[in-house]
C-alpha cells in the first residue's frame, strides 16, 4: 500500500495506491483518491485509509504485507505517523518502504526553502504571483510565468522560464519601477536563480527518469 496527501486546484485530498499479490501476478491499482476537509494530520489521514479498507476489505488487517510513503513526520514518525498506526493496526509485521522519488523531493523541497535564508523563495512567490497577474506583459511575451511550487521539477521549470524571459522582465520593471519595486528582485537573486536553475536540470533528469514507464516495468519483473 502506497499513500500520499497532496492539494490539486486547491482542493486537498489523499491518495491510495495497491499492489496486490494474486495467482503469480502482481497488480498495481490506484485505489482511490480521497477528499480531505480536516488538516493533515497522521489521525486524520490514518482514519481515511481504514474507513475506506473496512468497507472494501474488512479482513485487511491480516492481508497487509507493506506500506509505502515518503519520509514526512505525519507519514512515517514514531508515535503518530500514519505508517506506524498502520503497522499497529495490522495483525504481524510488515514492511515499511519509504520512496525514494519522494526522499529526493523533501531534500531538495528543503534545500530551496533554506536558501538565502528563505528569501530566494520569498522573492520568487512575490515575483511569479506578479507576473501572472500582468495581462499586457503576458501578451507582449506570448508566454505565461508557470506556477511556483518547491516540489518536484516545477522549481527547475519555473526557474528556466525566468532566465529564458529575462530581458523582457528587466524591460518591464525598468518601465514600471515606481508601480511595482516591492516585486523587482535585487542582482543577486538573478544569479541565485541562474545557479539553481543549472542545478535542477540534473535533479528534474533524475525525477522523470525514475517516474518513467519503462523504469517501473523493470523495477516489477526484478520483484517477480
Given at each position: 500500500?502506497?499513500?500520499?496527501?497532496?492539494?490539486?486546484?486547491?482542493?486537498?485530498?489523499?491518495?491510495?495506491?495497491?499492489?496486490?499479490?494474486?495467482?503469480?501476478?502482481?497488480?498495481?491499482?490506484?485505489?482511490?483518491?480521497?477528499?480531505?476537509?480536516?488538516?493533515?494530520?497522521?489521525?486524520?489521514?490514518?482514519?481515511?485509509?481504514?474507513?475506506?479498507?473496512?468497507?472494501?476489505?474488512?479482513?485487511?488487517?491480516?492481508?497487509?504485507?507493506?506500506?509505502?510513503?515518503?519520509?514526512?513526520?505525519?507519514?512515517?514518525?514514531?508515535?503518530?505517523?500514519?505508517?506506524?498506526?498502520?503497522?499497529?493496526?495490522?495483525?504481524?509485521?510488515?514492511?515499511?518502504?519509504?520512496?525514494?522519488?519522494?526522499?529526493?523531493?523533501?531534500?531538495?523541497?528543503?534545500?530551496?526553502?533554506?536558501?538565502?535564508?528563505?528569501?530566494?523563495?520569498?522573492?520568487?512567490?512575490?515575483?511569479?504571483?506578479?507576473?501572472?497577474?500582468?495581462?499586457n506583459l503576458i501578451a507582449d511575451m506570448r508566454a505565461?510565468?508557470?506556477?511556483?511550487?518547491?516540489?518536484?521539477?516545477?522549481?527547475?521549470?519555473?526557474?528556466?522560464?525566468?532566465?529564458?524571459?529575462?530581458?523582457?522582465?528587466?524591460?518591464?520593471f525598468t518601465a514600471e519601477s515606481t508601480k511595482s519595486?516591492?516585486?523587482?528582485?535585487?542582482?543577486?537573486?538573478?544569479?541565485?536563480?541562474?545557479?539553481?536553475?543549472?542545478?535542477?536540470?540534473?535533479?528534474?533528469?533524475?525525477?522523470?527518469?525514475?517516474?518513467?514507464?519503462?523504469?517501473?516495468?523493470?523495477?516489477?519483473?526484478?520483484?517477480?
Open positions: 500500500m502506497a499513500n500520499d496527501s497532496s492539494t490539486h486546484y486547491g482542493k486537498s485530498y489523499f491518495d491510495n495506491r495497491i499492489r496486490i499479490h494474486h495467482d503469480g501476478d502482481i497488480l498495481n491499482i490506484h485505489a482511490i483518491a480521497i477528499p480531505m476537509f480536516e488538516r493533515h494530520t497522521g489521525e486524520n489521514m490514518f482514519n481515511l485509509i481504514t474507513t475506506f479498507f473496512d468497507i472494501i476489505c474488512p479482513t485487511w488487517r491480516t492481508k497487509l504485507i507493506g506500506i509505502g510513503s515518503d519520509g514526512e513526520n505525519t507519514m512515517t514518525g514514531h508515535l503518530q505517523g500514519v505508517v506506524t498506526r498502520m503497522e499497529q493496526a495490522a495483525d504481524h509485521e510488515i514492511y515499511r518502504v519509504w520512496c525514494g522519488l519522494h526522499q529526493l523531493d523533501l531534500v531538495m523541497k528543503r534545500g530551496y526553502s533554506g536558501l538565502m535564508d528563505g528569501e530566494l523563495v520569498s522573492i520568487l512567490i512575490a515575483l511569479v504571483t506578479y507576473l501572472r497577474a500582468q495581462p505565461t510565468c508557470p506556477k511556483f511550487s518547491t516540489r518536484w521539477i516545477i522549481m527547475g521549470t519555473v526557474a528556466r522560464w525566468l532566465l529564458e524571459h529575462r530581458v523582457r522582465i528587466f524591460q518591464h519595486t516591492n516585486v523587482n528582485p535585487p542582482s543577486w537573486w538573478w544569479v541565485v536563480i541562474a545557479g539553481l536553475s543549472a542545478l535542477t536540470e540534473y535533479v528534474n533528469i533524475v525525477f522523470i527518469k525514475l517516474q518513467s514507464k519503462d523504469l517501473l516495468i523493470s523495477q516489477q519483473a526484478s520483484e517477480l
